[in-house]
């Protein structure tokens, strides 16, 4: 989603400011800007539709001078993409300069506030309506810029990160948050702003992360100081970031997407390092461990979460029902919050989320909260806002995940949720020695047999050109691998945009079997497991209908691939752990057919990788 890019120092802020765009890229999208201020305290402010290189040709032959400066990236919410709808905006004197993530919103009653004090707008934006809100509020109330901004927070309705600068003020950045990230870079004698650490790495690993309701005067050659919304100084709390720069960049592969992809067998071990010791016979989860007592005592577990994660919940649902016999339900985050649940203080809530700044599951996740419930967070990003908010959690550990369409990252999360299962089936004994121990033991040659079913790129490679042209396609699947079915379609939906419908197999008959004729292809997930011989009917049925079969079939079934057009054949598993594997040729075959098509698969139209608004 928006991405906010900030620098004041000794160094000219223009490259730094676009090289933060073009990281920044991967959270998809629509148009980017930049604000600089320059020698001579002019506010100088460019606009561009599409790309992060469209902005950078419209301001070639323009002055891009000045060591500070604000720059973004926009997903449109309020209005639509163009040059005029992009950050950053002025405000009416085009004294002040704004860039905004998130939503206000009430926006509008703002607005006609300030046109009836004279205000005009050009754009349709809520962020223009901040900007000459903060104005109006620093003229009227005779305040500085940072007193400005707080009172106009005590106003403004939403979730929102921003900056500021000030053309009267150049040696200032003003910085605030509510519910959307904020990260302040700290180098020698200069400043880095962004909303995350990504384009912040390369430039100094000492950073601050903005808090709620807080406010950063970031100055030059002066320390940072960090106000909550009363005006009242708050200490800054310096971290130090583990990441380095090459897991931002793509290691030789054509796309993040694919690069991801491949690196599963060891995303797959840097999660269960340490959680599984080196017997492999037991397993050490933490932040389950820690809370022995809410977990024995757990009468019902609720899952929140969006989209893939939503998947990997419906897969961790299977696995705490069937290994710990507590009732799970599942909810879409969205849902669930403008719901009415109820919720009990022996339940346990678990919000999973890659990036951890997902707006539905934080809103879930808070009402889980304020209903008194035990808060579990499953999160990949480090220090993420669902990440600080739980009472307690399990990281991925799977590393940036860059490509809009989550690939690692949900093998991480169903493998977290695999070791959480078994941490409290033995706490609660609901599980024998003996099939917990065989548990563990499958669980750590998952990497092994990931990479067996990398092996298999050619073969699908070569399969994807065959449905490059396909309108539809239908995924079907059983127990296990239903939600690897709906994960499968969801893949290629959002990178290839062909319509995509993942079904438990077994529905078919119900009505989607309607679909089914000679051109609808349809991948079946059909390795062997307790339901198997129900879905070799199920796959029947579609043949004799002549649907394309693309089964997806434990190595040696003769009997499925003889059946089925095309098969593709992966190692044996545990039914428990399938979709940890049967998902790794579903992302490929999205992947090809994807690139066939020439399509951005990096960073698909319309999607963002981090949905920060509702
Ligand atoms: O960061 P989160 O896991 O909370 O994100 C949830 C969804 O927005 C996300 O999984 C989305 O569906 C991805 N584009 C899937 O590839």
Redesign the pocket.
């Known amino acids: 989603m928006c991405g906010i890019v900030g620098y004041i120092g000794r160094q000219d802020a223009y490259p730094i400011l676009i090289k933060g765009l073009q990281r920044l890229e991967y959270r998809g999208y629509d148009s980017a800007g930049v604000a600089l201020i320059n020698p001579d305290n002019k506010l100088n402010v460019y606009k561009a539709k599409g790309k992060v290189a469209d902005l950078e040709y419209n301001a070639s032959s323009k002055d891009t001078s000045g060591t500070i400066g604000i720059a973004h990236t926009r997903w449109a919410t309020h209005g639509e993409p163009n040059d005029v709808n992009a950050h950053p905006h002025y405000s009416q004197s085009e004294n002040l300069a704004l860039i905004h993530n998130g939503i206000i919103e009430n926006y509008m009653v703002i607005k006609q506030e300030l046109i009836r004090n004279g205000y005009t707008f050009k754009s349709s934006t809520d962020t223009e309506v901040l900007v000459h809100f903060i104005e109006y509020i620093k003229k009227t109330n005779k305040v500085d810029l940072c007193r400005a901004v707080q009172l106009a927070m005590g106003e403004i309705i939403g979730a929102y990160a921003i900056a500021i600068i000030d053309k009267n003020d150049p040696d200032q950045i003003i910085a605030a948050r509510k519910s959307s990230p904020l990260v302040i870079g700290i180098g020698e004698d200069e400043f880095f702003l962004a909303s995350d650490a990504t384009p912040i790495i390369e430039y100094t690993p000492r950073v601050i992360y903005i808090k709620d309701e807080e406010i950063a005067v970031i100055r030059r050659n002066k320390p940072i100081r960090i106000l909550n919304m009363r005006d009242i100084e708050q200490t800054p709390e310096i971290k130090t970031l583990e990441m380095n720069l090459t897991q931002f960049e793509k290691g030789g592969y054509p796309h993040f997407m694919i690069k991801e992809i491949n690196e599963q067998p060891r995303t797959i071990v840097d999660c269960i390092r340490g959680r599984i010791n080196i017997e492999a016979t037991d397993v050490i989860l933490s932040g389950v461990l820690d809370n022995k007592e809410r977990f024995e005592n757990a009468r019902r577990i609720i899952i929140v979460?969006?989209?893939?994660?939503?998947?990997a919940a419906l897969i961790g649902e299977h696995l705490i029902e069937d290994l710990c016999r507590i009732p799970v339900e599942v909810e879409y985050?969205s849902e669930f919050r403008y719901r009415n649940p109820v919720i009990d203080k022996d339940d346990i809530v678990i919000a999973?989320?890659?990036?951890?700044?997902?707006a539905?599951?934080l809103a879930a996740m808070e009402l889980a909260k304020s209903k008194g419930a035990f808060i579990y967070g499953i999160?990949?990003?480090v220090g993420s806002s669902?990440a600080r908010g739980t009472d307690a959690g399990s990281y991925v550990h799977v590393g940036p995940e860059i490509?809009?369409?989550?690939?690692k990252?949900?093998t991480g999360?169903v493998m977290v949720l695999s070791m959480m299962a078994l941490t409290m089936a033995k706490q609660r004994k609901t599980i024998t020695d003996e099939l917990y121990k065989s548990l563990i033991k499958e669980l750590i040659i998952i990497p092994e047999k990931m990479k067996k079913v990398l092996e298999l790129n050619e073969t699908i490679r070569d399969l994807s050109k065959i449905f490059t042209y396909a309108h539809n396609f239908i995924y079907l699947g059983r127990g296990y691998n239903y939600p690897a079915a709906l994960e499968g379609a969801?893949?290629l939906k959002?990178i290839s945009y062909i319509h995509a419908e993942g079904y438990p197999a077994a529905e078919m008959k119900h009505g989607p079997i309607a679909l089914i004729d000679a051109e609808m292809p349809v991948v079946a997930i059909a390795t062997t497991d307790s339901i198997y011989e129900k879905t070799i009917s199920n796959i029947q049925e579609i043949k004799a209908r002549k649907g394309r079969v693309i089964a997806l079939v434990t190595e040696g079934d003769d009997v499925v691939c003889n059946i089925a057009d095309y098969c593709i054949e992966v190692p044996k598993t545990l039914e428990y752990f399938a979709p940890l594997i049967s998902a790794i040729p579903l992302q490929l075959l999205a992947y090809y057919i994807a690139v066939n098509k020439g399509c951005n698969v990096d960073q698909?139209r319309n999607?963002?990788?981090?949905?920060t608004v509702e």
Do not use: M
């Open positions: 979460a969006c989209g893939t994660s939503w998947h985050a999973i989320s890659q990036s951890g700044e997902t539905d599951t999160c990949n990003v669902i490509g809009v369409a989550s690939t990252a949900f999360q969801l893949k959002e698909p999607l963002a990788k981090s949905v």
